[in-house]
T-cell receptor, first 115, second 108 residues
Framework: NAGVMQNPRHLVRRRGQEARLRCSPMKGHSHVYWYRQLPEEGLKFMVYLQKENIIDESGMPKERFSAEFPKEGPSILRIQQVVRGDSAAYFC?????????????FGQGTRLTVV | DAKTTQPPSMDCAEGRAANLPCNHSTISGNEYVYWYRQIHSQGPQYIIHGLKNNETNEMASLIITEDRKSSTLILPHATLRDTAVYYCIANNNNDMRFGAGTRLTVKP
């Protein structure tokens, strides 16, 4: 059973371009969580999605950022018109269900560099 | 998530037990205590979780006080590869909020 797969592992974008980060959850997992980690800082929750639904997006910046988790295919975190401050590691996690007594498993992250 | 408090850093000698404390005095009855760690800049790794009973797995043991206001993660025989930032989270719905954690350095 493969773990949580994120791609690309490294992504370089020029200012103003779009960045698309993909996350394939573990088999059987229908809940996905995205986190951002700025250099030398902690993990910040961004958004929690279930298949075709956004459950909690309280950590998402109000502009330029969006996330989806379609019925088929990976979850996508999309950043439009990237700026230097978007340079960070983006991690996703998945779990089979929500609620108590359920651990989440993380991918190895996508390192986004905006030049 | 209930607020958790952890020391910012700790050292441990290789081969000795590492005991990492966490305070979660406002934890609610249905919140579990989760521990994750992040080695260098890798993705966080799940370690263990529990509600009120002590738990043990192949990685660590989790001791939760009877009043559930604090817990201790125990790595029984720390190795250099256990050097990481360790996060304690009190949570009941999995969209976990990470604090600053404890930076554990295992020294030879």
């Amino acid at each position: 059973n493969a773990g949580v797969m994120q791609n690309p592992r490294h992504l370089v974008r020029r200012r103003g371009q779009e960045a698309r980060l993909r996350c394939s959850p573990m088999k059987g997992h229908s809940h996905v969580y995205w986190y951002r980690q700025l250099p030398e800082e902690g993990l910040k929750f961004m958004v929690y999605l279930q298949k075709e639904n956004i459950i909690d997006e309280s950590g998402m910046p109000k502009e330029r950022f969006s996330a989806e988790f379609p019925k088929e295919g990976p979850s996508i975190l999309r950043i439009q018109q990237v700026v230097r401050g978007d340079s960070a590691a983006y991690f996703c996690a998945s779990s089979p269900r929500t609620g108590t007594n359920t651990e989440a498993f993380f991918g190895q992250g996508t390192r986004l560099t905006v030049v | 998530d209930a607020k958790t408090t952890q020391p910012p850093s700790m050292d441990c000698a290789e081969g000795r037990a590492a005991n990492l404390p966490c305070n979660h005095s406002t934890i609610s009855g249905n919140e579990y205590v989760y521990w994750y760690r992040q080695i260098h800049s890798q993705g966080p790794q799940y370690i263990i979780h529990g509600l009120k009973n002590n738990e043990t797995n192949e990685m660590a043991s989790l001791i939760i006080t009877e009043d559930r206001k604090s817990s201790t993660l125990i790595l029984p025989h720390a190795t250099l590869r256990d050097t990481a930032v360790y996060y304690c989270i009190a949570n009941n719905n999995n969209d976990m909020r990470f604090g600053a954690g404890t930076r554990l350095t295992v020294k030879p």
